[in-house]
């Protein structure tokens, strides 16, 4: 889901549609083009991509959402005694088909999949369907990387909600071992560590698959298009726009 912008502080004055997030982006001139760490948070409706992501870069739980369109999240994070520069993206929920074998997966989902370079699996404990997603999930990002190591970590989210359990701790543990990662119990509501601490793991994973240099990665197959989503560089840039105009228009008076 996507954070409700609170209150409605868009630079447009009109509409709602951008995402004002409690989030700070590193200004660009303070950037680290050295190594770039861009994950990808992937799962069935509702098992907590956004807030799992708020929890992580902000340490708070908000609970207020509406329909995820897919925010990127940019920080500067220090792993292993390396600042790099980290992106996150959110996504808009995946389905499963009717057969329960293929996906309904949006186009920017691709995107985001082809873009990424470590993955974060999400299911809800409370759900079951949400942890049948994960394996189509993952095939699906097999088929766009077909190649090479991927990095993923998988979270079994709302750990909170143990009266609930739909998905043992067994279940998410076999499924992450299959698909190659590390199983994490979480819950976005009431844990920041844990949450901390599975994303640490996945970028620590990303980076040391980036190794040395600029850390992008070279890809074959598929070509596509960095996923687009309003960041707050683009939120400041149309603000400085809407000031400037202001500005003309005070001085032409
Ligand atoms: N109890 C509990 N509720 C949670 C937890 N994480 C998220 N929620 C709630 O679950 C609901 C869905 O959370 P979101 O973060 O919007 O989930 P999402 O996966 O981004 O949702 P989509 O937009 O449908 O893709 C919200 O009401 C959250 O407050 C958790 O760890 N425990």
Redesign the pocket.
């Known amino acids: 889901?996507?954070l409700l912008a609170e209150p409605p502080r868009t630079m447009s004055g009109g509409s709602s549609n951008f995402l004002l997030v409690p989030i700070p982006e590193y200004p660009a001139l303070d950037c680290v083009p050295n190594k770039n760490v861009k994950i990808v948070?992937l799962?069935?409706?509702?098992?907590?991509?956004?807030?799992?992501?708020?929890?992580f870069l902000t340490k708070r739980?908000?609970?207020?959402?509406?329909?995820?369109t897919g925010a990127l999240y940019s920080r500067k994070i220090s792993l292993d005694g390396e600042q790099v520069s980290l992106q996150v993206q959110?996504?808009?929920?995946v389905a499963l088909q009717d057969d329960a074998e293929g996906l309904y997966c949006q186009e920017q989902i691709n995107r985001s999949i082809y873009w990424a370079d470590g993955y974060v699996l999400?299911f809800?404990i409370?759900d079951h369907s949400s942890y049948r997603t994960i394996q189509p999930l993952y095939q699906h990002v097999r088929r766009i990387h077909p190649s090479g190591n991927i990095p993923i970590i998988l979270v079994g989210?709302?750990?909170?909600?143990l009266r609930a359990r739909q998905v043992a701790f067994g279940e998410g543990e076999a499924l992450a071992a299959e698909l190659g990662g590390v199983y994490f119990e979480?819950?976005?509501?009431?844990?920041h560590e844990g949450v901390h601490g599975a994303f640490l793991h996945l970028c620590q994973e990303v980076s040391r698959a980036l190794g040395g240099g600029n850390g992008e990665k070279r890809r074959g197959g598929l070509h596509l298009a960095r996923p687009k989503s309003p960041n707050m560089q683009e939120l400041k840039r149309r603000f400085r726009q809407v000031l400037s105009s202001k500005v003309k228009s005070a001085t032409t008076l």
């Open positions: 889901m996507r948070v799962g069935a409706s509702n098992v907590g991509k956004t807030a799992l992501i708020v929890r739980f908000i609970g207020d959402y509406e329909a995820n959110d996504t808009p929920c999400v809800s409370t989210n709302k750990s909170d909600l979480a819950s976005a509501r009431e844990n």
